[in-house]
């Protein structure tokens, strides 16, 4: 890497299923505001803007452009990165390219998506292929389930085993995420009890969706350092967008994208023991099975030890690897700023500002996205400019 | 700046109502570029795409070309913008000394949406989109407004499309080879007053893809590499009502920066060849004035000089430019497409003589709000 990145900043609207007190382009002010209020910046210090969203969801084209009044982009070079439902992570890795090639010092990276504004399942099938894949109506949620019913018949895992996740990350976002779109406690049996949508997932096991914003500030080594006292450095970034066809193969029991998109940012950042190096975790959980399943492609344990994993508690907060402090996505899934919010509130964690969800001494995160088609994105953040 | 130089590029002829899909578009100009490059697939180490859902009719349009560019195989992105905002993002990640190599995949099936729709879709869903603006009407507003603030005539908007389309001739890819005059685009059919058919860019289908490559894979790969020397961009305010559409002042931004990365001082007498994104013929006045080729209101008498045309002092547009083939998210990346093999002497007889710098340019959004421009150089 020519140039080091760090983020300074981040912001976020307090996420909600239909907000109907603002319209897009409120939603990205508000974020912007807040992440630049976080670093003590004003929009004169901001050289560029990189923003995403799935177009689908609000029926705006040519977001960039549209975003200007909300961003702040008006006589600033500003570009749109869409991928998904990686778009947030994607983003994310614009802002950080945007720096790390020299060519801008601080970059305000935006993602954001007003869910109430469309039928979000329907919009998400429109991905397929309109001849040969369209009519099934897939959607997200099917063929995660498909890949639970999978590992769960391979290695043993538990309807059960899921439902702790579920509880996991929506009692973290109830008790320390004031943003957060879904603030209740439930537990195991609430879950359980919950209606099924597509077997093995049931309604508390799976993401809601959410209208909401999230603004980071990444900025180059020099700037990074007269900005913020300890900024979060971005060591590995990884993407790996596999594959087109569902019927390709998924990894029935496991993520491939996730397993090669680590390998690259691991290598990059210097991580070869990622469950005693990373001290926080913020991953990209759409349903709570694949917080079971996904831990092994990022190397957090063995393969078919993730119900191990999750049943032992060292991924609750308190324990030896907090997963998503925040509440993650099974709590609040603005979808286009889903994947940012991962690198947003890791950055935090290492920075020493998630307040309430703060975990203790934390000084190595990483941060993933999902998406697409079954695809993934996946940053490695620390406080320090190199692993010590 | 010589840190990454274009290696590669390729084209597909455009035309209309294109048989062939997304991917199958994609996948010629990446095996085509990979040829002219002489390289193959697997010295591809990242890839962007430019697709947009609202063209493509899909969301998550990027997967329709992931496997036919090659994307699956390496670390990946789509920008949702036109071609040369794809491109800026590919010199990043070359910049950033992570990869080594950039392919970049555009393409654009326009014969299967109705642009008025995709189009009115840009503008604002609450106050603006139910008056029924799309980019010709809105596109009319802006031409009006340039015609009034500077004096320009029709008739000067005219010899732009009479001149690109004639270089169109010369030019194998071009969807709209023509030998028109004036008079034939006064008296083509009103789309929306002043703008006029033959005024107006076409329909048109096709894919373009570029190589880029950091300086030492294209020292070693690439006899006549293009540098980048230079990239700007920059978006003007949304609302059409607040800007004063005859204005530029996101392109001279974008050139301004452009410029001084590329130490370009005198444009005019710097820059040998332009492309740039002329979807309606007044497009390429205005724009010529923000680039800095001529002052501002002097678009007019710029093309009245014959100072662009194919034997002038800056030839704008040898290819043709976008009034004679205009594949939506490409049409930008084959600007910089046309300038290379301008820059590389393989523009055949649309070569202009002795090009040693080139410039490239797209626009974004409604009414040029956003620019981005590149100087290429030899």
Same mark, same amino acid.
């Given at each position: 890497?020519?140039?080091?990145?760090g983020?300074?900043?981040?912001?976020?609207?307090?996420?909600k299923?239909?907000?109907?007190?603002?319209?897009?382009?409120?939603?990205?002010?508000?974020? %912007? *505001?807040?992440?630049?209020?976080?670093?003590?910046?004003?929009?004169?210090?901001?050289?560029?803007?990189?923003?995403?969203?799935?177009d689908?969801?609000?029926?705006? &084209?040519?977001?960039?452009?549209?975003?200007? /009044?909300?961003?702040?982009?008006?006589?600033?070079?500003?570009?749109?990165?869409?991928?998904?439902?990686?778009?947030?992570?994607?983003?994310?890795?614009?802002?950080?390219?945007?720096?790390?090639?020299?060519?801008?010092?601080?970059v305000? !990276?935006?993602?954001?998506?007003?869910?109430?504004e469309?039928?979000?399942?329907? !919009?998400?099938?429109?991905?397929?292929?309109?001849?040969?894949?369209?009519?099934?109506?897939?959607g !997200?949620?099917g063929?995660? !389930?498909?890949?639970?019913?999978?590992?769960?018949? *391979?290695?043993?895992?538990?309807?059960?085993?899921?439902?702790?996740?579920?509880?996991?990350?929506?009692?973290?976002?109830?008790?320390?995420?004031?943003?957060?779109?879904?603030?209740q406690?439930?537990?195991?049996?609430? %879950?359980? *009890?919950?209606?099924?949508?597509?077997?093995p @997932?049931?309604?508390?096991?799976?993401?809601?969706?959410?209208?909401g914003?999230?603004?980071?500030?990444f900025?180059?080594e020099?700037?990074?350092?007269?900005?913020?006292?300890?900024?979060?450095?971005?060591?590995?970034?990884?993407?790996?967008?596999?594959?087109?066809?569902?019927? /390709?193969?998924?990894?029935?029991?496991?993520?491939?994208?996730?397993?090669?998109?680590?390998?690259?940012?691991?290598?990059?950042?210097?991580?070869?023991?990622?469950?005693?190096?990373?001290?926080?975790?913020?991953?990209y959980?759409?349903?709570?099975?694949?917080? %079971?399943?996904?831990?092994?492609?990022? +190397?957090?344990?063995?393969?078919?030890?993730?119900?191990?994993?999750?049943?032992?508690?060292?991924?609750? @907060?308190? +324990?030896?690897?907090?997963?998503?402090?925040?509440?993650?996505?099974?709590?609040? &899934?603005?979808? +286009?700023?889903?994947?940012?919010?991962?690198?947003?509130?890791?950055?935090?964690?290492?920075?020493?500002?998630?307040?309430? *969800?703060?975990?203790?001494?934390?000084?190595?995160?990483?941060?993933?996205?999902?998406?697409?088609?079954?695809?993934?994105?996946?940053?490695?953040?620390?406080?320090?400019?190199?692993?010590? | 700046?010589?840190?990454?130089?274009?290696?590669?590029?390729?084209?597909?002829?455009?035309?209309r109502?294109?048989?062939?899909?997304?991917a199958?578009?994609?996948?010629?100009?990446?095996?085509?570029?990979?040829?002219?490059?002489?390289?193959?697939?697997?010295?591809i180490? $990242?890839? =962007?795409?430019?697709?947009?859902?609202?063209?493509?009719?899909?969301?998550?349009?990027?997967?329709?070309?992931?496997?036919?560019?090659?994307?699956h195989?390496?670390?990946?992105?789509?920008?949702?913008?036109?071609?040369?905002?794809?491109?800026?993002?590919?010199?990043?990640?070359?910049?950033?000394?992570?990869?080594?190599?950039?392919?970049?995949?555009?393409?654009?099936?326009?014969?299967?949406?109705?642009?008025?729709?995709?189009? $009115?879709?840009?503008?604002?869903?609450?106050?603006?989109?139910?008056?029924g603006?799309?980019?010709?009407?809105?596109s009319?507003?802006?031409?009006?407004?340039?015609?009034?603030?500077?004096?320009?005539?029709?008739?000067?908007?005219?010899?732009?499309?009479?001149?690109?389309?004639?270089?169109?001739?010369?030019?194998?890819?071009?969807?709209?080879?023509?030998?028109?005059?004036?008079?034939?685009?006064?008296?083509?059919?009103?789309?929306?007053?002043?703008?006029?058919?033959?005024?107006?860019s076409?329909v048109?289908?096709?894919?373009?893809?570029?190589?880029?490559?950091?300086?030492?894979?294209?020292?070693?790969?690439?006899s006549?590499?293009?540098?980048?020397?230079?990239?700007?961009?920059?978006?003007?305010?949304?609302?059409?009502?607040?800007?004063?559409?005859?204005?530029?002042d996101?392109?001279?931004?974008?050139?301004?920066?452009?410029?001084?990365?590329?130490?370009?001082?005198?444009?005019?007498?710097?820059?040998? =060849?332009?492309?740039?994104?002329?979807?309606?013929?007044?497009?390429?006045?205005?724009?010529?004035?923000?680039?800095?080729?001529?002052?501002r209101?002097?678009?007019?008498?710029?093309?009245?000089?014959?100072?662009?045309?194919?034997?002038?002092?800056?030839?704008?547009?040898?290819?043709?430019?976008?009034?004679?083939a205009?594949?939506?998210?490409?049409?930008?990346?084959?600007?910089?497409?046309?300038?290379?093999?301008?820059?590389?002497?393989?523009?055949?007889?649309?070569?202009?003589?002795?090009?040693? =710098?080139?410039?490239?340019?797209g626009?974004?959004?409604?009414?040029?709000?956003?620019?981005?421009?590149?100087?290429?150089?030899?």
């Open positions: 890497m020519k140039n080091r990145v983020i300074v900043g981040v912001g976020q609207t307090h996420h299923s239909k907000n109907t007190d603002c319209k897009g382009q409120e939603l990205i002010s508000i974020a %912007v *505001k807040r992440a630049l209020e976080s670093a003590d910046l004003t929009m004169v210090d901001i050289d560029a803007i990189v923003i995403g969203n799935m689908h969801f609000e029926s705006i &084209n040519y977001v960039d452009m549209w975003s200007v /009044d909300g961003s702040g982009g008006y006589m600033k070079p500003i570009m749109k990165v869409t991928t998904g439902g990686t778009t947030g992570s994607a983003v994310g890795h614009a802002g950080f390219y945007h720096v790390a090639s020299g060519l801008f010092d601080t305000l !990276a935006i993602g954001w998506e007003q869910n109430s469309s039928d979000t399942t329907a !919009a998400i099938s429109t991905c397929f292929d309109p001849i040969t894949e369209r009519e099934f109506c897939g !997200a949620i063929p995660l !389930a498909a890949q639970y019913t999978a590992y769960m018949s *391979k290695y043993g895992a538990t309807e059960e085993d899921a439902a702790l996740v579920s509880v996991r990350d929506h009692n973290n976002a109830a008790l320390y995420n004031p943003y957060a779109h879904l603030r406690t439930i537990t195991v049996e609430e %879950v359980m *009890k919950s209606p099924y949508i597509s077997y @997932m049931k309604l508390l096991d799976i993401c809601p969706r959410s209208d914003a999230c603004a980071v500030i900025a180059g020099d700037k990074a350092k007269k900005t913020v006292e300890r900024p979060a450095w971005i060591l590995g970034v990884g993407d790996c967008h596999i594959l087109v066809h569902l019927a /390709d193969g998924i990894g029935l029991a496991n993520l491939p994208s996730l397993e090669r998109a680590a390998r690259e940012a691991y290598e990059m950042a210097g991580i070869t023991d990622p469950f005693r190096q990373f001290d926080v975790a913020e991953l959980v759409p349903a709570s099975t694949a917080g %079971v399943t996904w831990m092994e492609a990022l +190397g957090l344990c063995e393969e078919g030890e993730g119900p191990r994993l999750i049943r032992s508690g060292v991924t609750n @907060m308190g +324990g030896e690897l907090p997963i998503n402090p925040s509440g993650g996505v099974l709590a609040t &899934n603005p979808i +286009g700023a889903t994947g940012l919010l991962r690198i947003g509130e890791a950055a935090l964690q290492v920075m020493g500002k998630a307040e309430e *969800k703060q975990v203790e001494g934390a000084r190595v995160a990483v941060a993933t996205g999902f998406g697409g088609c079954f695809w993934s994105d996946i940053t490695v953040l620390s406080s320090s400019t190199q692993l010590g | 700046m010589d840190e990454v130089a274009i290696i590669g590029v390729a084209q597909t002829r455009y035309q109502d294109n048989p062939a899909s997304h199958e578009m994609a996948y010629e100009v990446t095996r085509k570029a990979l040829e002219d490059a002489g390289l193959t697939i697997d010295d180490d $990242n890839t =962007v795409t430019v697709c947009n859902d609202f063209w493509d009719g899909r969301t998550i349009s990027c997967m329709t070309i992931t496997e036919a560019t090659g994307s195989k390496v670390p990946t992105t789509n920008v949702e913008g036109d071609g040369t905002y794809g491109a800026l993002m590919g010199a990043m990640r070359l910049l950033s000394g992570l990869h080594e190599v950039t392919l970049v995949v555009a393409q654009s099936k326009v014969s299967e949406g109705i642009p008025a729709v995709i189009t $009115n879709a840009m503008f604002d869903p609450v106050y603006e989109r139910s008056l603006l799309d980019a010709i009407n809105s009319a507003l802006q031409m009006r407004r340039y015609m009034s603030k500077y004096g320009i005539t029709e008739e000067q908007c005219a010899k732009v499309s009479v001149k690109n389309h004639k270089n169109a001739k010369s030019n194998p890819y071009a969807h709209m080879p023509l030998d028109i005059t004036v008079d034939d685009v006064l008296k083509s059919r009103v789309l929306a007053d002043p703008i006029k058919l033959l005024d107006t076409p048109s289908d096709g894919a373009c893809a570029i190589i880029m490559a950091v300086d030492e894979v294209a020292k070693k790969r690439c006549k590499p293009v540098w980048i020397r230079g990239i700007g961009h920059c978006a003007d305010a949304y609302h059409l009502g607040d800007r004063d559409l005859a204005e530029v996101a392109l001279v931004s974008a050139a301004r920066r452009a410029y001084g990365m590329a130490g370009i001082q005198d444009p005019v007498r710097e820059i040998d =060849v332009a492309e740039v994104y002329d979807a309606f013929s007044y497009m390429e006045l205005m724009w010529m004035e923000g680039l800095g080729f001529c002052g209101g002097e678009g007019g008498a710029m093309i009245d000089s014959g100072m662009t045309g194919m034997n002038g002092a800056l030839p704008v547009n040898p290819s043709g430019g976008v009034l004679s205009h594949p939506v998210q490409a049409a930008g990346l084959a600007r910089i497409a046309e300038a290379v093999l301008q820059l590389k002497g393989k523009a055949d007889a649309r070569q202009v003589e002795g090009a040693t =710098v080139a410039l490239a340019h626009i974004e959004g409604a009414c040029g709000q956003g620019h981005c421009v590149f100087v290429l150089g030899r």
